[in-house]
């Protein structure tokens, strides 16, 4: 066997090449990170950087809709505003009773009486109340009451001519606008004058108005929109 | 050996710095993928919000226009209810209507409104009810007339939520109250209306821009015609019934005190006026079938005149109460009074002149129509002077506009046949070919041509304001003013 044994001064050798067995893991671990920090350049300042720019667009762009968006929640709350008011107006105008049509309506029924032979009635209480109840509560809305007190004369069958009066009462174009009425009742009185007839049957009527149904539906006065 | 140990160092700090890299990078990489994803969330969640955002600022306009035409609205319907100066002057109008119907207040309580008046507040609603409460003496009838002046009369919204009516006592008063008109009847009544408040506490109304613009832009479309009656006060006439008798009167009072000669003297004059409206509707009927024009004018004043003194009688009647009979005084509404009144209506609006005048100007523009179909155009115009002096006599009626309008309809086709034929435009000749009347050709001389004959064809002009429309066998057929006017031209094909 060869030994071969190099006399020349170390700084006449030849260089030796790196052990591939070192270099390339070395290259390879370089490349690597070389690809690594590319790969992060690239993902920061390219596809996070686009990312970033978008969104920041987006939020500008949101921005600028705060405003008229404001203005729209606005005229939201002015539309069902006045919604409400015109609604109330209506209700408000339908809620009136025509009192001089009723009431002449009344006086009209009373005076014909054929000269007395159907009744003779003479009232001495007319009286009109709101409407009673809790509204709210109950699903029927109910009109204003009506009370009625008098005296119905007639010497020979009293209690016959006031319900001929009641009975008329209740085919009169008066009582269109009622619902119930209660059943004839009452006494028979004297007349303590000298005028005749000189017998009367007392009258004492209660009757009940129908509510007026505004065109649209609705309780009370809701003249004031309540927030979204 | 040292070559080994000098690689393996080498390797070792390579694979070092290696994994320190790779790691470094990869933690980096790893915090900006996740900032990536939450960005990509928010970008997702603002591309929603945009989108939503758009939708609903798109629908803007609308809601704009939807609000200008609310404001208007309520700014309509608002009308109905009084404002601040009216509910202030409010006692002032109570005091006439007290004044004009004859009831007594006794006593106003207007406290509500005299506070709504101190608040320094503004309200925090829209509408706000004040309440008046009244009490009054009078008569049921004075009570009605008080209730329809303010239910028909005032033209601002007043309800009557409650009332009451205690009848004259006739026990209190003792035999010393005579009459029906002395028994007023105590009443107790709750007026009610309500105020608006257009900017409540708080809220003011939104500013649209260009509002002005946009307002004349909705009224050329016709959104602003708001349909008042939908809200409009529901007003009933009643007709006065001062014969019917108060049902808060005793009735057997009002019969008891009327007397045989009392009755017999209604009687008879019940009688007097009723033959006398009988006289006057048989004069009436005369009068109708009157042809002459003068003598017709002086039956219709005579008539008038009679009619006038017993529509006076037969007020003076009503003023007085004369009828206390209850039958007696129906028949006297239903016989007498409706029929009189109805009658001074109808014959109260015009004088007598005026609706003779109305019968001759029908007749003349019938006349005017007959002469139109025979052509006469003199006399179409001579009929239309003839109305223009009718109708200085007096204002015309509404109903006579037609009338009027046709008269003046066929004055212009008169005037331009009269305009036409003062052209007097004669025909030389003319050609006409069946198959295509276009090419047909007429040949046409005047003073107004010029001196010589010239030819013309459908379509062309012959002079100012006349072309010729066609030209057949038999006649030309002209266009004069907007006029369709034909001669014939008795000229050979």
Known sequence: MQIRINLLPPEY?????????????????????????????????????????????????????????????????????????????????????????????????????DGGDRYLVWLSDFQVKKPQGNARRTKTKVGESIAIEGLCFSDEHPLNRFNQFHEALQQHAFFADCTDINNPAGQAVLMEDELLPSRAWTIKLDMQMKAREPKRKGSGLQADAKSK | MTLKNGNTRFALICAGTAVLGLGGFGHFTWTDMDRMEDLDQSTKMLEGKIRTADREIRTIPGLEDKVLILREQVKEYVTILPDDAEIHAFVNQLTRFETESGVVVTKLDDTQARQRRSARRPSSSAFESITYKLTLRGTTQQLLTFMDLLENDYDRFVRIPTFKVQAFDDRRSGPQVADEVSRQHSIDLELETYVYNPKKRGRGHVTIPNELRKLERLRDDGKLEVFASDVALVRHEIEASPNRRDPFVDPRALTSQIDEEERRAQRDELDDLKSRFQVLRKALALEEKETNLVKRMQVADKNNEFLSTLAADVNGRVDEQFFTVLELAKEFETVVLGPVGQLQAERGGIDAAAVLSVRDIEQRVADMEKAARSREWGQVITLHDEIKQLRARFTAPASLRPVSARAEELFLLASAHRAFDALELVFGGSVHYRDDPGKAVVIISGPSLGPNSLSFGPGEVVCDGLSITRITSTEVVFDYSGYEISRRHGTDR
């Open chain 1, 13 to 113: 050798r030849k260089k030796e090449m790196t052990p591939l067995v070192t270099l390339l893991p070395a290259l390879v671990a370089f490349t690597l990170v070389l690809g690594g920090g590319a790969f992060w350049a690239w993902n920061h300042f390219g596809a996070l950087a686009r990312v970033r720019s978008e969104n920041e667009q987006l939020q500008q762009g949101w921005a600028t809709r705060k405003a008229p968006l404001e203005y729209l929640g606005n005229l939201r709350s002015e539309e069902s505003d006045y919604a409400a008011r015109s609604k109330t107006i209506a209700e408000i105008a339908t809620s009136r009773v025509p009192w001089t049509l009723k009431l002449n309506q009344f006086c009209d029924l009373v005076a014909d009486d």
